[in-house]
């Protein structure tokens, strides 16, 4: 199945080609105009220290939905879903350390897991390009953006603390200002930027030396841009070393039937609307 095909279909009809394996790659360009998220599934005995990290980390960690205890489908989001088979891919952690990556966790699902939908920077690439700003990460056949862990902390709660992740693209001098009035109107992915200009100002010492995803350089009359990425839960599994995280796998998105105009500051709150 090709990348095109699936690109302005809907957020239910990706999830399908995905648990069918009929798509088993990185999400971006899919379902355009839907929301896309970042997935982490915890215990239930941590779920509510995981809620109130989100709530303080709002930034790296904009929560969409959180699911019931052992209940795989995520109901006010995607009608339908089942959060074990509906990604591509999926990481897992175990005290801190990762130990596999799988295209499933059917196998490893328990009645006290707890899901969390994250918001992702994926969902406005589209607005950016249709703003007429460069992305040239999406030129690569798999997206990637380069991802860095940075200097900054995280407000920890409970047991969960560790640094914000980062996800850097580079934009052309003259529309850095309208990309982060742009992203300003979607907090719920991410937003406006952490950070514009060099990377070693939070903690990047060598960006071509990327934690995840691809290093794409800036041109000559471009600069580096840092948003809030929903990779920090891995960063964070790992910093506290919980017994155990499942999560996406970097650009392995779960895609939501919400849609992106949904979650703009000028239009409906998300959780406060009944998907469709």
Not at 26 to 38: D, I, K, S, W
Not at 150 to 165: D, L, S
Not at 181 to 192: D, F, K, M, N, V
Request: net charge negative; hydrophobic share 35%; aromatic share 8%.
């Amino acid at each position: 199945m090709l990348r095109e095909e699936l690109s302005n279909v809907s957020g239910k009809q990706v999830r399908e080609a995905v648990r069918a394996k009929k798509w088993t790659r990185t999400t971006h360009g899919l379902a355009r105009g839907y929301v896309q998220a970042n997935l982490a599934i915890i215990p239930e005995r941590y779920a509510f220290d995981f809620l109130r990290f989100c709530q303080r980390n709002p930034k790296p960690c904009p929560l969409l939905e959180v699911g019931d205890p052992g209940n795989p489908e995520m109901p006010r989001t995607a009608p339908g879903s089942d959060i074990r088979t509906d990604l591509p891919g999926y990481r897992v952690y175990k005290d801190g350390a990762l130990v596999e990556e799988v295209s499933d966790i059917g196998h490893l699902w328990r009645p006290d897991h707890v899901s969390f939908l994250l918001g992702c920077s994926l969902s406005f690439d589209e607005i950016l390009t249709d703003a007429g700003i460069s992305q040239r990460h999406l030129n690569e056949e798999n997206g990637r953006l380069s991802v860095y862990i940075t200097n900054i902390a995280c407000e920890p709660a409970g047991v969960f603390k560790g640094p914000v992740v980062a996800a850097m693209r580079p934009i052309a001098r003259k529309d850095v200002s309208r990309a982060i009035e742009i992203t300003s109107r979607y907090p719920l992915a991410h937003g406006g930027p952490l950070h514009v200009g060099d990377g070693r100002d939070i903690g990047i010492s060598d960006p071509t030396k990327v934690d995840w995803g691809r290093y794409t350089p800036p041109a000559e009359d471009e600069i580096e841009v840092y948003w809030g990425c929903g990779v920090t839960p891995q960063a964070v599994a790992m910093a506290s070393g919980i017994p155990e995280m499942i999560t996406h796998s970097a650009g392995h998105m779960f895609v939501t039937d919400i849609e992106l105009s949904s979650i703009m500051l000028a239009g409906k709150f998300l959780l406060a609307q009944t998907p469709p």
